[in-house]
């Protein structure tokens, strides 16, 4: 199943909730797995999780066996269970969780706005490819001209950057929002186009 599904995003989120914990760094994933192995007895190796969580690039789709695996570890029968549950509350795909912007339905030149505590801003402009380049940097370190590659952007949870190109260094994974995660985020070419039409 494709892992940028909402009702994935929203199975991330209460596996966060259930363990108390959000999933910032390698400690995060390996406490994840002994956690599973002490609840259920077995195994789901740390690069799993990483790329479920977008903290490693890898398949687009994540196998229905692990999504049971995690389900199961939250309290639930499996995956159809947690599924399940998620229509008898009557939540609608588009609004679990929160709400989240996904690369691979952009087109390039479309501007994402995103911001996160304190005070920090950026707007970063799509390049194809799930790379962007940002634009506009305040209070951060981040500086315009850096790029990065990202798949998945969601509000609450921090944003994890891939291969970011800072000031012409060597590509390194950088994190923003690892505290309190996006507090802004929004398309703001979708927005612009919107106003424009009102005209």
């Known amino acids: 199943m494709n892992k940028n599904?909402?009702?994935?995003t929203e199975?991330?989120?209460?596996?966060e909730s259930f363990v108390g914990r959000k999933m910032k760094t390698p400690a995060d994933f390996d406490f994840l797995v002994d956690m599973i192995w002490e609840r259920l007895h077995e195994n789901i190796s740390s690069t799993t999780l990483k790329r479920l969580w977008f903290y490693v690039d890898g398949a687009f789709?994540?196998?229905?066996?692990?999504l049971d695996l995690l389900s199961r570890f939250i309290g639930f029968r499996g995956w159809d269970d947690f599924l399940n549950?998620?229509?008898?509350i009557g939540i609608q795909s588009e609004n679990i969780c929160t709400r989240y912007i996904q690369s691979q339905l952009l087109y390039e030149g479309d501007v994402i706005?995103?911001?996160?505590r304190p005070n920090r801003y950026c707007l970063?402009?799509?390049?194809?490819?799930?790379r962007f380049v940002v634009e506009k940097a305040l209070n951060c370190n981040l500086n315009a001209g850096d790029i990065f590659k990202c798949s998945l952007f969601v509000f609450g949870e921090p944003l994890f950057m891939d291969e970011l190109v800072h000031c012409g260094s060597p590509p390194v994974v950088y994190v923003i929002g690892d505290k309190n995660g996006l507090t802004l985020l929004e398309n703001v070419t979708h927005?612009?186009?919107s106003a424009h039409d009102l005209l």
């Open 124 to 130: 970063f402009r799509y390049l194809g490819n799930q």
């Open 191 to 193: 927005r612009e186009k």
């Open 11 to 15: 199975l991330r989120c209460r596996i």
């Open 61 to 66: 789709n994540t196998r229905n066996s692990t």
């Open 85 to 88: 549950e998620l229509n008898c």
């Open 113 to 116: 706005e995103v911001g996160w």
């Open 5 to 8: 599904r909402p009702e994935i």
